[in-house]
């Protein structure tokens, strides 16, 4: 059985092919464009992984989207609602963009594909998983590993920031999650757009930067932003964040905070920037850990 996977639309779009349970081809679609994170349909990775592996798409049994779009969409909705009037002009730009292209995905990924090959069943073998389920599986399934515990944390998938699943042989299913707007990997990316990085981008920078400095605002990351629990698990005080509703991910209050505005990109980070970086690090692994530690006592 041949199954291609793909990404795109988001960051970093790729593609996969997989036969008979082995990864026999896989590529992001900047390797062939040059363009760093290119988000858009992975053509020339699609094309790739076929003419690697031999095969065309009339051989292909499945194709598979990583994440499932309408459950983005509802949670776009509903997060608007909760927060509303707050955020009318982020919503106002979002919504026709969801509506023009991101809503309908299913039917913008068929006629992309249609180019490939227009005679394939694209009504019925083309699937989508949820996003930490998709994660999920990248690890479990090339993994040595009969039985396992799974544990996903990015940003933010449909809903899910944050999920547990349970591997066994051929299957996979979610147990536990932590929702939006809770998340760790939001968490670390409002520094680094604090810190004066890309978001989806300057992440690494942050790491980098981490062992230069002194932890010195972890208490008041611990204190003020982020309630971690004994068991990993943990709630933000979305006081200090924008990214629900705003075009930024920190607001002034964040500011006040750390004791000054956002770094200005252009100016080279000082000493202060690079404890920052080092103190959401530290608060970063110690939840981390803690999740960790807590699924080993539970399931061994």
Known sequence: MNILGISGYYHDSAAALIRDGVIVAAAQEERFTRKKHDAGFPEQAIEFCLSHAGVGLEEVDFVAFYDKPFLKFERLLETYLAFAPRGFKSFNMAIPVWLREKLFQK?????????????????NKLLFAEHHLSHAASAFFPSPFEDAVVLTMDGVGEWATTSVAQGHGHHLEVTKEIHFPHSLGLL?????????FKVNDGEYKVMGMAPYGEPKYADLIREHLIDLKDDGSFHLNMDYFNYCTGLTMTNDRFADLFGGPRRDPAEPPQQRHMDLARSV???????VLALVRHLHEKTG
């Open 281 to 287: 690090q530290d608060v970063l692994e110690d939840a």
């Open 107 to 123: 039917d913008l990924l068929r006629k992309k594909f249609q180019d490939f090959d227009a005679a394939f069943d694209w009504q």
């Open 188 to 196: 670390y990316s409002a520094f680094t757009y604090y810190l004066g």
